[in-house]
């Protein structure tokens, strides 16, 4: 992805209903296609907004919790994915064992990333935007909604597009865009939606990453249900994000309750 907004994207074509794995890497289940329309990296370079001392937002005080909380979530956020660290090397192969079990990986560096919507052999070139944290999101996603995870991956469910949304990259782009929406990078949340969001994260310290499985799916069913194609993705995510907002307004207890975590499948 381009930091500067200009950069390159990566499509899906879809040849089958879904990616037929075995115990060796098939490179006839997927057409990965790259090309110059920023789709997604354009994305990512918008939400890391200059924020300034003029600006004028309201913000909401925080309890001795949700502010010890609150920095240790951007303590997270702040860690830039490095694969010279063993810790994130171990995440990226448990990332691929968990999406490809019995499948083994012939390195880091790899054509086989692709096959996960990567935009290249490399992920820690798509991981440069989002840190260690898109890492961790993919990974708690895969681990704790596998049916979910799997269906999304293989495109297993729905009426698909032709061409479809990179899932990896896809991942990344979320994980950025909940970023922006609850204003984590601010010393306090000056939004109803972000003040909302850290009361859930005082009470779970997954909140976050929870959040991002629901809105992972959330995103699929929007572009399902707006029979969207891959430069169709700016408006899904748009989309996704208002919905989201609407529903965390709601009087709600935890984020168990909202309306799209029902999509979610264990």
């Keep these: 992805m381009d930091d500067r ?5 990566v499509a899906v074509r879809r040849i089958s209903s879904g990616l037929d794995r075995g115990n060796s890497y098939h490179s ?26 003029s600006d004028a937002h309201p913000s909401f005080d925080l309890t001795p919790a949700e502010e010890e909380c609150l920095q240790r979530l951007q303590q997270r956020i702040d860690v830039a994915y490095d ?13 691929w064992k968990s999406a490809f079990p ?21 992920p820690s070139t798509d991981f440069r935007g989002g840190g260690f944290i898109s890492l961790e999101n993919l990974l708690f996603f895969a681990r704790n909604f596998p049916k979910s995870f799997q269906d999304l991956l293989r495109k297993q469910e729905g009426d698909r597009a032709i061409w479809e949304y990179p899932f990896a990259v896809a991942g990344v782009n979320i994980t950025f865009m909940l970023i922006q929406m609850l204003d984590l990078e601010a010393v306090k949340p000056r939004t109803v939606v972000g003040a909302t969001f ?21 995103m699929d069913h929007q572009w399902l249900a707006m029979h969207a194609s891959y430069m169709d993705f700016n408006n899904v995510m748009k989309a996704t994000r208002h919905q989201l907002e609407r529903e965390l307004l709601q009087h709600i207890t935890c984020l168990e309750d909202l309306p799209s975590y029902s999509l979610l499948s264990r």
Excluded at 35 to 53: D, F, I, K, T
Excluded at 107 to 122: H, N, P, Y
């Design 198 to 218: 850290l009361k859930f994260l005082a009470e779970n310290e997954s909140a976050f990453d929870l959040l991002y499985c629901i809105t992972f799916k959330l």
């Design 102 to 122: 019995g499948e083994e990986l012939s390195g880091l560096i790899s054509e086989q990333w692709k096959e996960m919507g990567w935009q290249g052999k490399d």
């Design 83 to 95: 694969s010279s660290i063993p810790e994130h090397q171990e995440a990226l192969r448990a990332l």
């Design 5 to 9: 907004g200009g950069g390159s994207f």
């Design 28 to 53: 006839t289940s997927a057409e990965v296609v790259a090309g110059s329309a920023a789709w997604l990296g354009r994305g990512l370079s918008c939400v890391c907004a200059q924020r300034r001392e």
